[in-house]
């Protein structure tokens, strides 16, 4: 059943690279962010680095991160996929950790950074971006070992309902979830 | 005078945000009415960013003048890119592009504003 379900599959996202479909989309705004984060990091620690030294140093490296993900989703090879893999979860665990500590250490952040608040000032984009940018990438690095129909035909299914993010082993959309179980069953 | 510009700038990037945002809804390719939306949003921009530098050039100086220039350099240049990376899509994801962009224009000015509100957007 997999062999008929393999080449329909990528079909949905045609031609086939991290930086097509969705993914355009994702390194748009990933690109975004690396400009935001290293130009607002660049002009702070040029002109007022001593008022909040903490807070200019970590958005200058949330820029260094952003920019990393940004060129390997761009790139999007096996190696790339696999730095980026690497670079959204930094960024995931960096905006959980600078959000709490911003959030329970006021004192050390006389200015904001990209992460403080869990990125409350560009609208919790950050705190988003590394989900999404995972999922996508589990989506590509998943893709030459899947032998599993039962994945495949809840990631279908995901697909139809019209969200890519929400598709996952744990079979979130109840459509999904009863694909996996007939698919067991049988 | 200056403010006209600036709002008209902020309609217009929320209205091309919705109308991209309305084609990858309905599963449409790049077009050409949407490119022309986003050159007019273009030209717009490249008016309101001739005014802040008549403006500088006239010696008025906000705090932030190098936040500014920065923003003048980049608010332009963000949507020419978007532009060119939605275009290389063949897919309703091009259009969703235009949509982030025509957002953030908007976001830039109302920033811009907050930078120099002598501009009274």
């Known amino acids: 059943m997999s062999e008929p379900m393999a080449p329909t599959e990528p079909a949905a996202s045609q031609p086939g690279s991290t930086r097509t479909g969705p993914g355009r989309l994702l390194v748009a705004i990933y690109a975004l962010f690396a400009l935001a984060a290293t130009a607002r990091a660049g002009v702070q620690i040029a002109t007022k680095f001593s008022h909040a ?35 959204c979860s930094i960024e995931l665990v960096g905006v959980l950790a600078v959000g709490t500590w911003s959030l329970a250490d006021p004192a050390s952040f006389p200015d904001a950074t990209v992460w403080s608040g869990y990125g409350s000032g560009y609208g919790f984009v950050p705190l988003v971006l590394p989900v999404f940018g995972l999922l996508w990438l589990r989506r590509w690095n998943r893709r030459p070992r899947t032998q599993r129909t039962t994945v495949t035909s809840a990631e279908d299914a995901g697909e139809a309902a019209g969200n890519g993010a929400a598709h996952s082993e744990s079979g979130t959309s109840g459509q999904g979830a009863e694909d996996v179980v007939a698919d067991d069953s049988t | 005078m200056n403010g006209a510009v600036a709002t008209t700038i902020i309609v217009a990037g929320l209205a091309l945000a919705g109308y991209a945002l309305l084609m990858t809804a309905l599963n449409h390719r790049m077009n050409v009415p949407l490119l022309a939306a986003a050159g007019v949003l273009e030209i717009l921009l490249l008016v309101q960013v001739g005014i802040i530098v008549a403006k500088l050039a006239g010696g008025e100086r906000p705090a932030g003048l190098a936040t500014l220039i920065g923003y003048l350099i980049a608010t332009p240049l963000v949507l020419v890119a978007a532009a060119f990376w939605g275009l290389m899509e ?9 949509a982030v962009a025509g957002l953030v224009v908007a976001v830039l000015m109302v920033r811009l504003h907050q930078i120099w509100p002598v501009l009274h957007v």
């Not at chain 1, 958005?59 to 920019?67: E, L, P, R």
């Open chain 1, 53 to 87: 030294p903490v807070a200019y140093v970590l958005s200058a490296f949330a820029g260094a991160v952003y920019i990393l993900a940004t060129v390997t989703l761009t790139i999007g090879n096996p190696v790339a996929r696999r730095i980026a893999v690497v670079s």
């Open chain 2, 90 to 98: 063949r897919s309703r994801w091009g259009p969703a592009v235009i």
